[in-house]
């Protein structure tokens, strides 16, 4: 009984986590994340964003 209730906290948790990670909503912090390891090269931010964009107009 303990078990399988255990099973559906993980679930639920689960589910909630990956509602919550692939909302829309939450695309542009996401996609401000992707940019912290380049934060001290300019070059490379412009080169990711510019990626960004290519990506975003092939959809």
Same mark, same amino acid.
């Given at each position: 009984?303990?078990?399988?209730?255990? /099973? #559906?906290?993980?679930?639920?948790?689960?589910?909630?986590?990956?509602?919550? &990670?692939?909302?829309?909503?939450?695309?542009?912090?996401?996609?401000?994340? /992707? #940019?912290?390891?380049?934060?001290?090269?300019?070059?490379?931010?412009?080169? &990711?964003?510019?990626?960004?964009?290519?990506?975003?107009?092939?959809?």
């Amino acid at each position: 009984m303990i078990r399988g209730l255990g /099973t #559906l906290v993980v679930m639920v948790a689960f589910i909630g986590l990956a509602l919550w &990670v692939f909302s829309p909503k939450r695309k542009s912090e996401f996609d401000d994340a /992707t #940019l912290l390891p380049f934060k001290d090269d300019p070059e490379a931010i412009k080169h &990711v964003e510019q990626e960004q964009a290519s990506r975003s107009k092939n959809k």
